[in-house]
């Protein structure tokens, strides 16, 4: 399977070391070229930094950028998204107070994006609720990471799943894309906690059976 990342930094670094990983073709596309090409460097494998003015490659389109700059790329690529899956991976937290989630009750920064992609293409929320360095690790504390999925699309959802899996991490499908809202507020608990418990943005959400 082939993915493109849009976004050079940590997140993008995390989720791309995992694809990398899992044997699979990533393209790095950043605002800053350079950027991308040395992501794209240190990624290795089947990690390549295209043109940006290339046509997005990936079958799988995940958006490694902050909320709500999110949705202004996915307009930027509207015309490339047709058909494709797109991974939203945003936690929209209020960057004012810092004490809340900038999406309206009722609502999610996915549910917003499947709002403004084309007809056809399906949102699949993902990765919200893992950190960039564990990614990177693949794990903490000796336990593979689990990646929370939602969407509507049984078919999108199995494709990020493989791609979940094929990394050496655990999928786990918590149901369609409305669940989006309690992973965003599960993703905002997590970040909100790191320093009360000292946890260093090393901690993850492991669920057992």
Same mark, same amino acid.
């Given at each position: ?17 995992? !694809? @990398? ?6 393209? /790095?596309? %950043?605002?800053?070229?350079?950027? +991308?090409?040395? *992501? =794209? &460097? ?18 799988? !389109? @995940? ?6 700059? /999110?949705? %202004?790329?996915?307009?930027?690529? +509207?015309?490339? *998204? =047709? &058909? ?126």
């Amino acid at each position: 399977m082939k993915v493109t990342i849009i976004g050079a930094g940590n997140m993008g670094r995390g989720i791309g070391t995992r !694809v @990398v990983a899992g044997g699979h073709e990533v393209e /790095i596309i %950043d605002r800053d070229p350079a950027e +991308a090409q040395a *992501l =794209a &460097g240190e990624l290795g494998g089947a990690a390549t930094a295209p043109d940006p003015s290339a046509p997005l490659g990936g079958e799988v !389109v @995940v958006f490694a950028v902050y909320y709500p700059g /999110i949705k %202004d790329a996915v307009q930027q690529y +509207a015309d490339q *998204l =047709a &058909g494709k899956v797109v991974v939203d991976i945003t936690n929209p937290v209020n960057t004012d107070t810092w004490d809340s989630l900038a999406t309206e009750p009722g609502s999610s920064s996915a549910e917003e994006v499947q709002g403004v992609v084309p007809s056809g293409t399906s949102v699949v929320k993902a990765f919200n609720t893992t950190f960039a360095a564990t990614l990177v690790q693949g794990e903490v504390d000796d336990q593979r990471l689990d990646v929370l999925i939602a969407g509507d699309d049984e078919d999108a959802k199995r494709k990020v799943s493989q791609l979940v899996s094929d990394g050496g991490l655990r999928p786990l499908d918590v149901g369609p894309l409305r669940r989006a809202q309690q992973l965003e507020n599960l993703g905002f608990l997590h970040i909100a906690i790191q320093q009360p418990l000292n946890l260093g943005f090393g901690s993850a959400i492991k669920l057992h059976p």
